[in-house]
């Protein structure tokens, strides 16, 4: 029981620290967090644009990482029905995927590619 309890606070401190860094590109605009091969080829301009969208996708990954913690929460306390079912695996998935789509599109879209030269 502990390390199911254990396992959903790591689940949200990564689904957080994700979530937090896409939140601060989204705001800022700053790509500086993406790693700089991401960023090679992105025009000047368009760095503010690149890092709002994967930022966006980001925050998408942390939602996606939290809502598939919700299970291992459920195995030692008590929470309302949609949150011991398939709801939060499926959401959670979908935000996995979605947000990861966000990100690779934003890059390839921007940088031309998702590792430049």
Do not use: E
């Not at 994700?18 to 760095?47: F, I």
């Not at 942390?62 to 459920?74: D, F, K, R």
């Amino acid at each position: 029981m502990i390390n199911a309890l254990l396992s959903f606070l790591a689940c949200v401190a990564v689904g957080a620290l994700v979530g937090g860094t896409g939140a601060y590109m989204v705001v800022s605009g700053d790509a500086t967090p993406l790693h700089s091969y991401h960023r090679s080829n992105v025009q000047p301009q368009d760095l503010a644009v690149l890092a709002r969208w994967s930022g966006l996708g980001a925050v998408m990954l942390g939602v996606g990482i939290i809502l598939l913690s919700l299970p291992l929460l459920a195995k030692t306390r008590p929470l309302p029905g949609w949150a011991r079912g398939m709801l939060p695996v499926v959401l959670g998935g979908a935000f996995l995927i979605i947000g990861a789509v966000v990100i690779t599109g934003s890059i390839v879209y921007y940088n031309g590619a998702i590792v430049a030269p």
